[in-house]
């Protein structure tokens, strides 16, 4: 079993940044992949970005990409989620995911039924 804790969310104005970090409670493996997800009210989670632990390839939806970032230390099992240039509609609340064997067959990384564990969930809100 893996744990995830998120940090790094709260409140800031459009055009601001923020980083979310997600820690892994043990050693994530090779064969990991990570994610982030959000959530934002009445609506369903969607897929925002995610990286496979080796190599580091990565992933974005369109509607975040050349805007946020996601990265990985593997000396502290963390991924990290760097949003800029943040709007109002990024106003979620934002998951932390982990797919324990990525590496074995196709990884659909945008798919919520990929991923084993789960995060909290911190909340982003961007006030415009």
């Known amino acids: 079993q893996v744990q995830l804790v998120e940090s790094g969310g709260g409140l800031v104005q459009a055009g601001g940044s923020l980083r979310l970090s997600c820690a892994a409670s043990?050693?994530?493996?090779?064969?990991?992949?990570m994610g982030w997800f959000r959530q934002a009210p009445g609506k369903e989670r969607e897929f925002v970005a995610a990286?496979?632990?080796?190599?580091?390839?990565?992933y974005y939806a369109d509607s975040v990409k050349g805007r946020f970032t996601i990265s990985r230390d593997s000396a502290k099992n963390t991924v990290y989620l760097q949003m800029n240039s943040l709007k109002p509609e990024d106003t979620a609340v934002y998951y932390c995911a982990a797919d324990r064997d990525a590496v074995y067959g196709t990884y659909y990384y945008d798919k919520l039924t990929e991923y084993d564990y789960w995060g909290q969930g911190p909340q982003v809100t961007v006030s415009s």
């Open positions: 043990r050693r994530t493996f090779s064969a990991y992949a």
């Open positions: 990286i496979r632990w080796s190599g580091g390839a990565t």
